[in-house]
């Protein structure tokens, strides 16, 4: 088997593919260049997307060249897959910001150094807007038919379940496959990948690939991720977990990975980290809080560099080893007048964004989750003073592993 598609596997990231073995052939005896697209429907990606960027990484390890499709035509028409109801639509300026954004979180993930594999990035815009409708139906309509569409399980779901599904949104995945053909056309892109939703558009694209050129491209998938919790991956109580450190601090992104359940760790590694299979089978059983924290810098080096997964570390230490915080520990500032209007303790933990609402704020205080300064709070009526600021700053706590320094400005 093709080393690329062996280390695919071995990582547990596949799921499909379409031709394996004429693939596999054609890896072993040339370079290709295969591509992942992404929609642009929010200003930063969040681990949901990870795994489809290590499948990038993993192409470059092994001399092939990744080509990054950014959706700036496709985002202004909504992917219905995993979808109930259609997206809202963004304006132009929203998607151009989006896209920029995207563009540089993905820079950080890749080698954009050696020539021969450094990323791809395109927009489908760029060919999809001059489109020119009653040409498009002639010669790449007539190669869909309504029959198959229907069988597709973006489509198939919305109507089983009689939810609207717009037309606009019906054509999702004939641009989808016409993205396959303009960069098999113009960039000699042989292979698309993507997740397991994605399975029906892929096989469109390769099949309209070979309807209008005779051409092979092929289609890979990989699994769609479940934390061992049954939860979606991505997705926390407190929201996503982004990419960008606008929306999530390094600090917050290391404890993410610090604090995955026991039965993923293993796998987790193997997915979202560059250790090699082998290095990972021999360290498997050491301590599940050794691993733990290998994840971790190992997943924050990828994003934030090593000096803030160092960092995150040390202030993940310094927050458990007893009543203070250490310089690298997360804070947040209060302004000098919300203090002095008799702050209390459910306000003061909506400041420090940890938690946003009242009520579960409240229930957290009645089952002695919330600390500041490592003593428990039982009073939800508790007004913040002078007193609990034991040095410069208190410490928050909620919990045991969401911990803050509280300081004035």
Not at 201 to 228: E, H, M, R
Not at 257 to 263: A, G, S
């Amino acid at each position: 088997m093709n080393k690329f598609l062996k280390e695919f596997k071995d990582r547990g990231f596949f799921y499909q593919c379409t031709n394996e073995t004429e693939l596999s052939d054609l890896m072993d005896k040339e370079k290709i260049k295969g591509y992942i697209g992404f929609d642009c429907t929010a200003e930063s990606l969040h681990v949901g997307s990870l795994l489809q960027i290590m499948c990038l990484r993993l192409l470059q390890k092994n001399g092939h060249r990744p080509i990054v499709l950014l959706g700036g035509g496709t985002t202004r028409i909504g992917d219905p897959s995993g979808k109930d109801k259609t997206r809202k639509i963004l304006d132009e300026d929203e998607i151009e910001k989006n896209i920029e954004n995207i563009q540089n979180i993905l820079k950080k993930f890749l080698d954009n150094d050696n020539s021969d594999t450094k990323p791809i990035f395109v927009n489908n815009y760029t060919w999809l807007k001059d489109l020119n409708y009653i040409s498009f139906l002639r010669d790449i309509g007539k190669h869909f038919t309504i029959n198959k569409m229907l069988t597709f399980d973006s489509v198939k779901t919305r109507l089983e379940r009689e939810q609207s599904l717009s037309y606009m949104e019906f054509n999702y995945m004939i641009l989808q496959a016409y993205d396959f053909l303009e960069l098999n056309k113009n960039e000699n892109c042989a292979l698309q990948i993507g997740g397991s939703d994605q399975w029906g558009n892929i096989v469109n694209g390769v099949d309209l690939i070979k309807k209008y050129s005779n051409k092979q491209g092929f289609g890979l998938t990989t699994p769609l991720i479940t934390l061992a919790s049954g939860a979606k991956m991505g997705k926390t109580e407190n929201g996503a977990i982004w990419l960008d450190e606008k929306y999530l601090p390094a600090y917050d992104y290391w404890q993410f990975w610090r604090n995955t359940d026991d039965r993923d760790v293993v796998k987790f590694l193997k997915f979202f980290t560059d250790l090699e299979i082998a290095e990972i089978n021999k360290v498997k059983e050491k301590d599940i809080n050794e691993l733990k924290t290998l994840l971790a810098n190992e997943a924050t080096t990828m994003l934030h560099g090593q000096k803030a997964a160092k960092e995150s570390e040390q202030a993940a230490r310094e927050a458990f080893s007893g009543n203070s915080l250490g310089s690298n520990s997360p804070s947040i500032k209060i302004s000098k007048e919300d203090f002095e209007k008799k702050l209390g303790i459910i306000d003061l933990v909506i400041l420090s964004k940890l938690e946003n609402s009242k009520s579960e704020i409240r229930r957290l205080i009645k089952g002695n989750a919330i600390k500041i300064n490592d003593e428990i709070i039982s009073d939800e009526k508790l007004i913040i003073n002078h007193d609990f600021f034991k040095e410069d700053y208190l410490k928050l706590s909620i919990g045991k592993k969401r911990h803050l320094k509280i300081l004035i400005s």
